[in-house]
């Protein structure tokens, strides 16, 4: 098992890394939405996972989730753990209710 060296990236990817150890077994596929806070796409792969993308689509000065694409990878990629960031590292993006709601839903 591979961790971080300290502070607040210890702490955050640590938490990631437990997650990943606790609900998903090697070779099992993790959802992160990108661009994100680097460390999370390298626990995943570091630790013998799989790596599915949501790009996070840039659109009149914010940063929103396609929804197509997310269940589409979901479901192709039989997705064990979706790694949710809120507020979101770095688009600054701090979800809606609807939003999170609907991400729910695609489980």
């Known amino acids: 098992m591979a961790f971080p ?4 990236q210890y702490k955050c990817v640590h938490t990631c890394v437990f997650l990943e150890f606790s609900l998903t077994g090697k070779d099992d596929t993790v ?3 990108e661009p ?3 460390p999370f796409s390298e626990s995943i792969l570091i630790n013998d996972r ?3 993308v949501n790009e996070l ?3 009149d000065g914010e940063y ?3 929804f197509e694409d997310f269940e589409k990878k979901i479901i192709e990629n039989n997705v064990k753990l979706f790694l949710l960031c809120s507020p979101h590292n770095p688009v600054g993006r701090v979800w ?3 939003e999170l709601v609907r991400i729910f839903h695609c489980f």
Not at 5 to 8: C, D, K, S, T
């Open 5 to 8: 060296l300290n502070g607040y």
């Open 31 to 33: 959802l992160i939405q």
């Open 36 to 38: 994100v806070y680097y």
């Open 50 to 52: 799989k790596l599915a």
């Open 57 to 59: 689509v840039y659109c």
């Open 64 to 66: 929103l989730i396609d």
């Open 96 to 98: 809606k209710k609807e």
